[in-house]
T-cell receptor, first 113, second 114 residues
Framework: NAGVTQTPKFQVLKTGQSMTLQCAQDMNHEYMSWYRQDPGMGLRLIHYSVGAGITDQGEVPNGYNVSRSTTEDFPLRLLSAAPSQTSVYFC????????????FGPGTRLTVT | KQEVTQIPAALSVPEGENLVLNCSFTDSAIYNLQWFRQDPGKGLTSLLLIQSSQREQTSGRLNASLDKSSGRSTLYIAASQPGDSATYLCAVLISNFGNEKLTFGTGTRLTIIP
């Protein structure tokens, strides 16, 4: 199994540009989520999904959109990038049952200038 | 709101020593607690997961304990090695009307001195 994969690894955007961060998992996990990691603030939940067609907001959802059309994929869209969205983004997945162990992707480092 | 704290933020110890990393959380209604390792510029690697009904888990030189009533967990690393140098994160999983959410601490950056 490839586990949780993320593309791209690095991305530089100009303010106002849009892009999609890709996340895929091959473990048939129902639950998928997106986090951002900023120095001194830990990982914060952006959006999550408990299954195909179901998404919800996390702690810091503003400026981001998600959709989940398949069990495997959970893309994160930045509609109009801002410098405040410079961060490292991690995707995670798990089964929606005990023990709910979370598996993380390798991350995408995004810089918005 | 669940808050997770890890103290100290950074720790340096000589190689070979045993050490303990601390994690505390404010809401004891958790499903599990997970310890992760993060190397610089890399993703998170799961080390140990303790379910709410368990008291501890062990994997090799690592032992994690959980005391829900006091809102505390510790990660014990025996006979530390330079390769253990990394940032260690703890995270607690809670459920909100069937939606599970993970709350992270800010981590302890561990340096093992050869």
């Amino acid at each position: 199994n490839a586990g949780v994969t993320q593309t791209p690894k690095f991305q530089v955007l100009k303010t106002g540009q849009s892009m999609t961060l890709q996340c895929a998992q091959d473990m048939n996990h129902e639950y998928m989520s997106w986090y951002r990691q900023d120095p001194g603030m830990g990982l914060r939940l952006i959006h999550y999904s408990v299954g195909a067609g179901i998404t919800d907001q996390g702690e810091v959802p503003n400026g981001y959109n998600v959709s989940r059309s398949t069990t495997e994929d959970f893309p994160l869209r930045l509609l109009s990038a801002a410098p405040s969205q410079t961060s490292v983004y991690f995707c995670a997945s798990s089964y929606s049952s005990v023990p709910y162990e979370q598996y993380f992707g390798p991350g995408t480092r995004l810089t918005v200038t | 709101k669940q808050e997770v704290t890890q103290i100290p933020a950074a720790l340096s110890v000589p190689e070979g020593e045993n050490l303990v990393l601390n994690c505390s959380f404010t809401d004891s209604a958790i499903y599990n607690l997970q310890w992760f390792r993060q190397d610089p510029g890399k993703g998170l690697t799961s080390l140990l997961l303790i379910q709410s009904s368990q008291r501890e888990q062990t994997s090799g030189r690592l032992n994690a304990s959980l005391d829900k009533s006091s809102g505390r967990s510790t990660l014990y690393i025996a006979a530390s090695q330079p390769g253990d140098s990394a940032t260690y994160l703890c995270a607690v999983l809670i459920s909100n009307f069937g939606n599970e959410k993970l709350t992270f601490g800010t981590g302890t950056r561990l340096t093992i001195i050869p």
